[in-house]
């Protein structure tokens, strides 16, 4: 089955300093990685998605890429503020079951 | 379109008892999967049900657990003979197709 690994476990940045964390897979019938963000006692919404078709995707100050050889997905966010301040969930799934990163817990230092 | 719906939010059992968690997928969505979350822990999947049907339970305990989504009503995960280690926060998410998922707001589960 597949097994994801989520980098760093936590991450604190200044804000309007940018954040990158860093998943990897395991399963290469993997074909979509979403990124989920959480907040305290919140559910986790899916805040940007990417298919294996695709190498990059953007919206405003977030962004995935994705390097299917070497198995691995990066989420930037970039002029952080404040209320990104949440935990973030890698997952990715091969269609049937996703599995889920152990989470980044960022802090956005005002 | 109404999100997908879980109850009950909060869910107090004691130690034996049996506990049982709804969840009720978005309108069009014949994909449901339940996660359970510890305190200060991520996701873990247990179980992906189509309508009628178990398509994937390997993350689900072999015992006291177990997953159904009926034709007509949501989706139940039934916990029997809770214990202390039971408490957690259960997400169902549900899907129109087999990937991209949407998270209910989550019934959290308290085993006294």
């Known amino acids: 089955g597949e097994n994801v690994e989520q980098h760093p476990s936590t991450l604190s940045v200044q804000e309007g300093d940018s954040a990158v964390i860093k998943c990897t897979y395991s399963d290469s019938a993997s074909n979509y990685f979403p990124w989920y963000k959480q907040e305290l006692g919140k559910r986790p919404q899916l805040i940007i998605d990417?298919?294996?078709?695709?190498g990059e995707k953007k919206d405003q100050r977030i962004a995935v890429t994705l390097n299917k050889t070497a198995k691995h997905f990066s989420l930037h966010i970039t002029e952080t503020q404040p209320e990104d301040s949440a935990v973030y969930f890698c997952?990715?799934?091969?269609?049937?079951?996703?599995?889920f990163g152990a989470g980044t817990r960022l802090t956005v230092k005002p | 379109n109404a999100g997908v719906m879980q109850n009950p939010r909060h869910l107090v059992r004691r130690r034996g008892q049996e506990a049982r968690l709804r969840c009720s997928p978005m309108k069009g969505h014949s994909h449901v999967y339940w996660y359970r979350q510890l305190p200060e822990e991520g996701l873990k999947f247990m179980v992906y049900l189509q309508k009628e049907n178990i398509i994937d339970e390997s993350g689900m305990p072999k015992e006291r657990f177990s997953a159904e989504f009926p034709k007509e009503g949501p989706s139940i995960l039934r916990i029997q003979q809770v214990v202390r280690g039971d408490s957690a926060a259960y997400f169902c998410?549900?899907?129109?197709?087999?990937?991209?998922?949407?998270f209910g707001p989550g019934t959290r589960l308290t085993v006294t």
């Open positions: 997952a990715a799934t091969p269609g049937d079951d996703m599995r």
């Open positions: 990417i298919r294996s078709n695709v």
């Open positions: 998410a549900s899907s129109p197709y087999r990937d991209e998922q949407y």
